[in-house]
């Protein structure tokens, strides 16, 4: 029953370099989000999906891309790495959009860009 | 103004005290509420969703909403020391189904 799986779990990344967190599910939902969340910090939206094909900025899109194309996957990309950036990722996936329905996180990727 | 809004605390209660936390909302098409908990480390985790007004209790948790103030709250009864870490509110707006979250609110139980 594996859910939500983020890899990698850490990383480091010198400034300008570029790398793809991968986020899959298991469960077929329609709905899956990118958040980063710094320090003390809430989650803050980055990009989001209600299905293959279709995507959308959240609060902070700047810096990432994202592409839908299967169900189960939702990459987040970073093409020009940069200080700010360093965060911990973390992506999540719902079923439709019923009042209540819960979102499944993953275990995050912890990124630091130096 | 923020979406969600919630007091960052440090909230501290005694053990097996109530603790009460809060959550205000700006959007009023807002649809459905959850409160998630997140320990130092790990990923958030459901506690409780809410959508209609009034309450709904599991356990020793009760969710409160009042859509006409806009606010959201959850209390915890009899408060563990295992009950210590960052509570985060989140809100999704109908059919767009973005969940957007407060900035969280850190609790501590003290023995």
């Known amino acids: 029953n594996a859910g939500v799986t983020q890899t990698p779990k850490f990383r480091i990344l010198k400034i300008g370099q570029s790398m793809t967190l991968q986020c899959t599910q298991d469960m077929n939902h329609n709905y899956m989000y990118w958040y980063r969340q710094d320090p003390g910090m809430g989650l803050k939206l980055i990009y989001y999906s209600v299905g293959a094909g279709i995507t959308d900025k959240g609060e902070v899109p700047n810096g990432y891309n994202v592409s839908r194309s299967t169900t189960e996957d939702f990459p987040l990309r970073l093409e020009l790495a940069a200080p700010s950036q360093t965060s911990v990722y973390f992506c999540?996936?719902?079923?439709?959009?019923?009042?209540?329905?819960?979102?499944?996180f993953g275990q995050g990727t912890r990124l630091t860009v130096v | 103004q923020k979406e969600v809004e919630q007091n960052s605390g440090p909230l501290s209660v005694p053990e097996g005290a109530i603790a009460s936390l809060n959550c205000t909302y700006s959007d009023r098409g807002s649809q459905s509420f959850f409160w998630y908990r997140q320990y130092s480390g790990k990923s958030p985790e459901l506690i409780m969703s809410i959508y209609s007004n009034g309450d709904k209790e599991d356990g020793r948790f009760t969710a409160q909403l009042n859509k006409a103030s806009q606010y959201v709250s959850l209390l915890i009864r009899d408060s563990q020391p295992s009950d210590s870490a960052t509570y985060l509110c989140a809100r999704r707006a109908g059919t767009a189904s973005k969940l957007t979250f407060g900035t969280g609110t850190r609790l501590q139980v003290t023995l």
């Open positions: 999540a996936s719902s079923e439709l959009a019923r009042p209540g329905t819960e979102a499944f």
